[in-house]
């Protein structure tokens, strides 16, 4: 990644790079390496959509981690049509969501079980060196895999307005 690189849209919907450290770091605050927990696989199909949408993104920057995905949502009261817009780019970001796991699992960032479709994150700690924006977008993307990590998919599915 380039040093002081905008993060525009356009530029964020076309790096899959990026995106497979995002799930990385979903997977790593759903199940820290060594716990026995797991993900599993259709909730790393909300991370880009999430991170990827500059408000609902600014919103889980500014959430704290123990405030939970249900507070993260509530931000959108007023403005739900937000949420609602998360299914829509599900399906538009799907392709780069598979993409960024397919890369996260060459890399060796996490594992899938293809038996089950639970995914184990494989590396604990985050490079230091990047640029803070992100910066942001991991611990991001960290804290919306511990908000899920005390949800069934089905409430995840109900906060967030989605069917996966």
């Not at 790393?44 to 408000?55: A, D, G, S």
Request: proline share 4%; glycine share 6%; hydrophobic share 45%.
């Amino acid at each position: 990644m380039r040093p002081n690189q905008d993060l525009d849209e356009i530029y964020l919907m076309q790096n899959p790079a990026l995106g497979a450290s995002l799930v990385w770091r979903f997977a790593e605050g759903y199940a820290p390496k060594g716990c026995g927990l797991l993900s599993s696989m259709p909730l790393l199909f909300i991370v880009l959509p999430i991170l990827y949408h500059e408000q609902l993104r600014d919103a889980a920057n500014t959430t704290f981690p123990s405030s939970g995905l249900r507070v993260f949502a509530g931000k959108f009261k007023s403005q739900q049509e937000i949420l609602f817009g998360i299914q829509g780019r599900m399906l538009k970001l799907r392709n780069v969501s598979l993409a960024s796991i397919s890369i996260a699992i060459q890399c060796g960032l996490i594992s899938l079980d293809t038996a089950t479709a639970e995914i184990e994150s494989l590396r604990r700690k985050a490079p230091s060196d990047l640029d803070e924006k992100i910066k942001d977008m991991l611990r991001s993307a960290e804290k919306l895999g511990q908000w899920c990590k005390s949800l069934t998919i089905q409430e995840v599915q109900a906060i967030l307005r989605i069917k996966l």
